[in-house]
């Protein structure tokens, strides 16, 4: 006869609390992860936030001139041309300007002022031509009238103009404006003082024109 003693098996409810604790131990672990995780996630939004507010994106313009070429757009208060290429436009500007004749005179400014000067600007030189005479000089005179340089245009001044909100150029050129009838030839010294202002491409494939000029003898 077998008198031993038969093990005692572990208490139900004790098992049942064991399994408990593991599963809140488990439940606790996963809940840390995810807010670790969390936390970063978090982190991570912010500082992409934050840079995305402080960083600024600047937009490029170009245009496109009449043969295909893009040009960089350039805001109205700043230079868009060296000031070589500044002095060049202005003299190929006077000398196409004042070439004309008796029988063109006046197509032939309005053609230019419109190629070459600003509006305001343009309006002004027909109308100083015309108050001082000029044009009833050339018709009456029957004259040939030609401008040829005799110096480079100088700048002589460049700034942005805080009235216009556009950067500008002054310049000044020298040079011989000769007038022609059948039989005599003749010519003045003159002084051109010129200013020079920035303007849309779209009115100018430069993006210049010119808003002011005087003309004196020397």
């Not at 939004?45 to 995305?52: E, M, N, R």
């Not at 600003?118 to 044009?135: I, K, R």
């Not at 009235?163 to 040079?175: A, C, I, R, V």
């Amino acid at each position: 006869m077998n008198n031993k003693t038969p093990k005692k098996s572990k208490p139900v409810k004790q098992v049942a609390v064991a399994e408990r604790r593991e599963f809140y131990k488990d439940a606790h672990a996963s809940l840390v992860k995810l807010a670790v995780t969390s936390v970063v996630c978090l982190v991570v939004s912010i500082g992409l936030a934050i840079y995305s507010h402080s960083s600024t994106t600047k937009n490029v313009y170009f245009a496109t001139t009449d043969d295909g070429r893009l040009v960089n757009m350039v805001a109205l208060n700043t230079p868009n041309q060296k000031d070589a290429n500044v002095s060049a436009w202005v003299q190929e500007a006077i000398i196409e300007t004042f070439d004309m004749n008796f029988h063109n005179m006046k197509s032939q400014i309005a053609k230019s002022s419109m190629k070459w000067f600003t509006q305001s600007g343009g309006e002004a030189l027909v109308q100083s031509l015309d108050s001082e005479g000029y044009f009833d000089t050339i018709i009456r005179n029957k004259l040939i009238v030609a401008f040829a340089p005799t110096h480079t245009p100088v700048i002589t001044k460049k700034f942005y103009n805080s009235s216009t909100g556009k950067y500008t150029w002054h310049l000044q050129m020298e040079g011989l404006l000769t007038y022609r009838t059948q039989t005599k030839v003749y010519s003045d010294t003159v002084v051109f003082a010129i200013e020079v202002e920035r303007i849309s491409l779209r009115e100018d494939p430069k993006g210049m024109g010119i808003s002011k000029i005087i003309l004196r003898k020397k």
